[in-house]
């Protein structure tokens, strides 16, 4: 049978229960400035940085429950900050934003949207950033146990080394055991999961961006954008930023707010705010509007 808090402990979850809510009052008046402003609902998707709480399936359903309440039929800005997460996740996002909003949904980069937020990113109808705005490649990530080492190896460098081990092994001629030592530390059934997470991603952020900001843009133009975000060769690392200057090649529907500008100091008060939130106790993720605010802890 399950233990029931203590008085203490329900008194004290009260009274963070209590604080959160008078937090989000104070966090009102932004998003009522920033709808004037933007002449469109507004609401904030926040995941941490800090505790394992990475974009997951869950996450449609709050952000669809804030939607549900709010008049999104003529679009509706999101303000999203996340390390990022499930690409899957990321799709059945996309889907309920566009659902809700007649496929007129635009984001705003307040600080950082990688990985699995960069495909949301993708799936807007427009991308509005600042210069120290970041979005980040979208190629998966895998998690390697060595011993008592846990590493984490892009899935396209994994593929790649495999497949060079096989077309060296073909074309040199020594004896086949000098490779087969090496390959032996590869499973062939890894390396066709790995691929397959890798097509995923790509159908993920093509499907995004050829139903919406490249609709009218040729395959040629879609797949050039989905390399510039899928492909390590040009950011060398997964958590290397993805600057605004740095999408100037692509044709994505991008908005440039300057750090001075009034848009932008309303926007980064309410993502210090939010971003302090998420920096103490055990809040995990924030999705919010003006009416609504679901705080997800850490278990």
Not at 177 to 196: G, M, P, V
Request: hydrophobic content about 40%; charged content about 25%; aromatic content about 8%.
């Amino acid at each position: 049978m399950a233990k029931k808090p203590s008085a203490e402990n329900q008194l004290t979850l009260q009274n963070m229960l209590d604080e959160l809510s008078q937090a989000h009052n104070t966090r009102k008046p932004l998003y009522s400035e920033l709808e004037r402003i933007f002449t469109v609902p507004v609401i904030s998707f926040f995941t941490s940085f800090i505790y394992p709480a990475t974009i997951h399936d869950k996450d449609a359903d709050m952000i669809e429950n804030v939607l549900q309440g709010t008049d999104v039929k003529k679009g509706f800005l999101m303000i999203i900050n996340s390390p990022g997460g499930s690409a899957l996740a990321a799709e059945r996002i996309i889907q309920v934003c566009r659902a809700y909003s007649a496929d007129k949904f635009s984001v705003v980069v307040p600080k950082m949207a990688k990985s699995a937020a960069t495909m949301i990113c993708l799936g807007a109808s427009k991308i509005i950033m600042s210069r120290t705005s970041e979005l980040g490649p979208i190629d998966p990530q895998v998690i390697i146990t060595e011993g008592q080492t846990r590493k984490l190896f892009p899935a396209f460098l994994l593929i790649q080394s495999y497949r060079k081990l096989i077309e060296e092994a073909i074309r040199v001629k020594q004896p086949i055991e000098i490779f087969l030592q090496q390959l032996s530390k590869y499973d062939h059934r890894d390396i066709a999961l790995y691929e397959q997470e890798a097509d995923l991603a790509k159908d993920i952020a093509a499907r995004a961006l050829k139903s919406g900001i490249l609709k009218s843009e040729p395959d040629q133009e879609v797949q050039k954008t989905i390399s510039f975000f899928l492909e390590p060769t040009r950011t060398k690392v997964h958590g290397r930023p993805i600057y605004l200057d740095d999408l100037a090649p692509t044709k994505l529907n991008l908005e440039r707010l300057e750090i001075d500008s009034e848009q932008w100091k309303l926007i980064w008060n309410l993502y210090v705010r939010l971003d302090c939130l998420l920096s103490r106790g055990n809040v995990a993720k924030i999705v919010e509007s003006k009416d609504y605010s679901y705080i997800i802890s850490v278990k």
